[in-house]
């Protein structure tokens, strides 16, 4: 018997969730700058947030399959999410908001991993329409850029805290409007092989080194881009706008995913993200004056999160086993959260000391090696979402 699937309670999440990314991606660094800290400093307060999610994820992914208690780990992680964060109203010392990054950034990573599993349960052998709920998500983002960059047009960055916790308390709300879901047995998707066996996988290995250099490469972007962006002389409603742009971009292409992946392998959308990855970041650091090149470059995210991140979440899926699909997923926002701190701190060294250029060409390197390795490494996998 099969049961309705909760769209829009789903949905919903997904919107708050990415909203809270939509105010922390474009605009923590700017706001570590407005309270005077300098490059290092920020590239080292953003990469903390990073480096928990080399820890969290997999402590609570382990604990998720153990327990069968997503929604639980969920509900939990999104309320403390909210109260470590809102510690940062009692000092803005470097040594308080480094430990606020580690606290809330532990709990906000457990959220996640726990809750794609919620909805491909939910989705069971719908699996396709995964990209329409997660679209909200895009939404969400977009929406919160825009306007956030135009409130900071018209206010101080001051507020910035405050509008960050509303977000946090949206979170929890749509936790608890969600409704639990367990992922069913199958016998053909390797649920009698140990985690660790089914990591050993041909590719397996490979695609999540891939993953850890792709985030790297994202480190200048979500670190400084705002930053670079403003002392080229664009606006901060501007800037919003851009970053808003590229999430249309991969709105857009999460809307055609599951048909470009009953199409190309999972091999070949991601050997095509890595390589146009690698294009878009040196666009960003050498032409981002021109704003035709801006724009390019901005719907090129359509390839370097849209398209990457379904395919990923396609190859997690299709390479574990029901009971480790947890343990799947936390092990990816794991490695993406080493390779992006890797990133956020090797920019914020080298953003004053080689600029901008250098910085987003050291990034563009990352990506293209993630192309030859996936390239060399991967096997051609069967077309679609499951095996």
């Not at 922390?24 to 400093?41: E, I, K, N, Q, V």
């Not at 993200?273 to 390019?296: H, Y």
Request: charged share 10%; aromatic share 14%.
């Amino acid at each position: 018997m099969t049961h309705a699937l909760p769209y829009w309670r789903l949905s919903s999440f997904y919107l708050f969730y990415f909203a809270l990314l939509g105010a922390t991606a474009p605009f923590l660094a700017l706001y570590f700058d407005h309270l005077g800290f300098s490059s290092a400093r920020i590239g080292e307060l953003v990469a903390i947030p990073m480096l928990m999610r080399c820890v969290a994820p997999n402590l609570w992914g382990w604990l998720g399959d153990y327990t069968g208690r997503r929604l639980a780990i969920v509900r939990f992680g999104a309320v403390c999410t909210l109260v470590s964060f809102s510690l940062i109203f009692i000092s803005k010392t470097y040594a308080w908001l480094a430990l606020v990054m580690a606290l809330h950034a532990f709990f906000w990573h457990a959220v996640l991993p726990q809750f794609e599993v919620i909805t491909l349960a939910h989705l069971q052998k719908q699996t396709a329409r995964y990209s329409q709920i997660r679209l909200w998500g895009s939404i969400g983002f977009i929406l919160t850029v825009v306007i956030m960059g135009r409130l900071f047009d018209w206010l101080s960055l001051d507020i910035y805290p405050v509008v960050v916790v509303v977000i946090m308390a949206g979170i929890i709300g749509a936790s608890l409007w969600v409704p639990n879901a367990q992922p069913t047995p199958h016998g053909n998707r390797l649920a009698g092989d140990g985690f660790i066996k089914q990591l050993r996988n041909p590719g397996v290995l490979a695609f999540y080194a891939c993953v850890a250099l792709m985030q790297m490469s994202h480190g200048p972007y979500y670190t400084f881009l705002t930053l670079h962006l403003e002392h080229l002389g664009y606006s901060r409603g501007v800037i919003g706008m851009l970053w808003a742009l590229g999430v249309v971009a991969e709105v857009l292409m999460f809307l055609a995913m599951s048909r470009i992946l009953a199409r190309f392998s999972v091999r070949r959308v991601l050997l095509a993200s890595f390589l146009l990855a690698a294009l878009r970041w040196l666009l960003l650091g050498s032409f981002a004056e021109f704003f035709w090149v801006l724009l390019l470059a901005q719907v090129m995210h359509a390839a370097t999160f849209g398209s990457f991140h379904a395919a990923a979440i396609a190859f997690v899926q299709r390479s574990f086993g029901d009971r480790q699909q947890g343990q799947g997923q936390a092990l990816y926002a794991a490695l993406a959260g080493t390779g992006g701190a890797v990133g956020a701190l090797y920019s914020g060294y080298s953003w004053n000391l080689l600029g901008p250029t250098l910085t987003f060409s050291i990034a563009s390197v990352a990506a293209l090696a993630a192309a030859i390795i996936i390239g060399l490494r991967l096997q051609e996998p069967n077309k679609g979402y499951v095996q």
